[in-house]
């Protein structure tokens, strides 16, 4: 399984799934240690601000960033649950969960994937930044990018709650 949360739930999340997997994405200046239970090997950490555009002082997401999640996410064995929190749990998690769907599911339908994303996490408002360039690797031929627009911006919250994104 795959579990989606806010930095503020990691070490509740961890400890409730068995979690033995784990993504970060999260801004440079924020150290997330590595918690009990999840060998530092399994501990994926990419330092990145949420933005869409490049803005002066900030780090945006790049292609090295995207190679290495799927790389992590192609790697991993499925037999204990993987979790892959942000900041807010609601732009840089959600763009990976469905990245991950995506990437795990190469014959599933992208508007099918987003729209269970869109169920399970009504805050979602993945990364469009994140989505495009997995797109691309991925050989979606924009249709992650187009998926992701029809389900909108999601609802308006100060931190997402966690969910589990589904994977086959």
């Not at 090997?41 to 292609?63: C, K, Q, T, W, Y």
Request: some cysteine.
């Amino acid at each position: 399984m795959l579990h989606v949360c806010s930095l503020s739930k990691l070490p509740e999340t961890v400890a409730t799934t068995g979690a033995k997997s784990l993504v970060t994405l999260i801004n440079a200046e924020l150290n997330v240690p590595t918690p009990d239970g999840i060998a530092p090997e399994r501990h994926l950490n990419l330092s990145f601000n949420d933005i869409v555009d490049p803005v002066e002082g900030l780090i945006p997401a790049s292609e090295q960033h995207i190679e290495a999640f799927l790389a992590f996410i192609r790697d991993w064995d499925r037999k204990a649950p993987l979790i892959i929190h942000c900041w807010a749990g609601i732009s840089r998690s959600t763009a990976g969960a469905y990245v991950a769907a995506c990437a795990l599911n190469p014959d599933a339908d992208e508007y099918q994937l987003a729209a269970l994303l869109r169920e399970r996490s009504p805050s979602a408002t993945p990364n469009a930044r994140i989505v495009a360039m997995a797109d691309k690797m991925l050989a979606r031929d924009g249709r992650m990018i187009d998926a992701i627009r029809e389900i909108g911006r999601g609802a308006n919250a100060y931190e997402g709650t966690p969910f589990v994104m589904p994977i086959e």
